[in-house]
């Protein structure tokens, strides 16, 4: 029986749980969302609709609400992995509005790694304790067909033990179409030579009209569920994206939450869900947002960030997890708090980042592990190193939070 199929019977400790969120000043409809949820309702996504459209002593219960199921799905631990982004090519002509990263092949700072420079760069992240690569790149028209497997193979050949997770469903969909090879085939030739997992990125906001809207819909909500569920259906598990805080809205936030939980519920291949917030700073679909007669908010206020972390976690409540917050797009100290708020996750050290950096995120490129370790401890949580995966690989002390974070506990501003 799956935890959303009945109303859990309540024991005193989630009596107390209960008693722990101070209801008054909140909203009746809130109040029994909240009420429902700590009871193993499963969250509706007009409620969760609902949720996303609160504000003041609201957003103060629903932050807590998800600090509670968070505690009691995970514990009062936080993770983090050693990780190396490792973006292959920044050629690409399928021409996203809202990425600042792609260039044409022509371009004086357009880069293709060859296989070499990969594998070395495997290797230098192996070398400094990472157990993951992350490879992504953009849809360069000149790719050979067999250039996503060389990729792997190179860098099994260098460091086999590393984990590569790998391959956006634009990459598969891309790759696929190039060598006349279906989603199925295509995927389980990569398994075949190396690859460990797949990002679930290029989800953006699987609503029909606002993707047509970002990418010309080159790749369709449907294309993506499909591409993922395949994967899943072949045993590779997934995170799960979604990026918000441009044309968006609270009923697409909802919609894009409630789909993913549905795929999960059919496979259980999603390892993590990651908010992330659009960066406008030097993104077309910002800066030519009047050329393109668009209604684009400059990424999401403080307030939608923290009830994306925090609903989110309250709709996935029993089918995921592990909630990402992201440094790269929110800045360390403000990460932090999203783990009082409902994630478990920092995501990983990175080394090299350059998509969010190319559309002007100005949080760097790499958190040392021990600068993890700090941030998590702040949070007045324990923090462990784990794999891909979520398995622990090592565990740090429980430090007691600085006086410097502020708590979550409360509306942002």
Not at 149 to 168: E, G, N, W, Y
Not at 339 to 345: I, M, S, T, V, Y
């Amino acid at each position: 029986m799956s935890l959303q199929s009945n109303l859990r019977t309540l024991d005193v400790s989630q009596h107390a749980e209960q008693n722990l969120i101070d209801f008054s000043g909140v909203s009746s409809a809130v109040t029994t969302i909240l009420q429902r949820a700590l009871a193993g309702f499963e969250i509706t996504e007009h409620e969760g609709t609902q949720l996303f459209q609160s504000i003041g002593k609201d957003i103060n219960a629903i932050v807590k609400c998800a600090d509670i199921i968070r505690q009691r799905s995970v514990g009062d631990q936080a993770s983090f992995v050693i990780t190396r982004n490792i973006n292959f090519t920044n050629i690409c002509y399928m021409g996203c509005k809202f990425c600042g990263f792609s260039k044409g092949k022509n371009d004086a700072d357009a880069e293709l790694l060859s296989m070499q420079e990969m594998a070395q760069r495997a290797q230098e992240a192996w070398d400094r304790g990472a157990t993951e690569v992350c490879i992504q790149g953009g849809l360069h028209p000149d790719l050979p067909a067999d250039h996503y497997r060389k990729i792997l193979v190179s860098i099994k050949q260098q460091v086999p033990q590393m984990h590569i997770h790998a391959f956006s469903p634009f990459e598969i969909f891309f790759g696929a179409k190039n060598s006349n090879m279906s989603y199925k085939e295509f995927i389980a030739d990569l398994m075949a030579h190396g690859l460990d997992s797949m990002p679930g990125t290029a989800a953006e906001i699987l609503d029909v009209e606002i993707r047509k809207q970002l990418t010309r819909d080159k790749l369709t909500t449907e294309q993506w569920v499909e591409i993922i569920s395949t994967a899943h259906e072949l045993g590779l598990p997934t995170t799960a994206t979604i990026m918000y805080g441009h044309i968006d809205a609270p009923h697409h936030w909802a919609a894009h939450i409630a789909l993913i939980r549905e795929m999960q519920k059919k496979h259980r291949g999603f390892t993590e869900f990651v908010p992330l917030g659009f960066v406008h700073y030097e993104s077309p679909l910002y800066t030519d947002r009047k050329k393109l007669k668009l209604n684009v908010r400059p990424g999401p206020t403080a307030n939608e960030n923290i009830l994306m972390h925090a609903v989110s976690r309250i709709m996935l409540n029993g089918w995921i997890d592990n909630i990402q917050a992201s440094w790269v797009k929110l800045g360390p100290a403000y990460a932090i708090q999203m783990l009082r708020a409902g994630a478990n996750d920092l995501g990983g050290t990175l080394m090299d980042e350059s998509i969010t950096r190319s559309s002007g995120g100005v949080h760097g490129e790499e958190i040392l592990p021990e600068d993890m370790v700090k941030m998590i401890q702040d949070s007045g949580l324990a923090p462990f190193r784990r794999n891909t995966l979520y398995n622990t690989l090592e565990n740090f002390d429980h430090a007691a939070p600085s006086q410097r974070i502020a708590s979550c506990g409360g509306a942002l501003a």
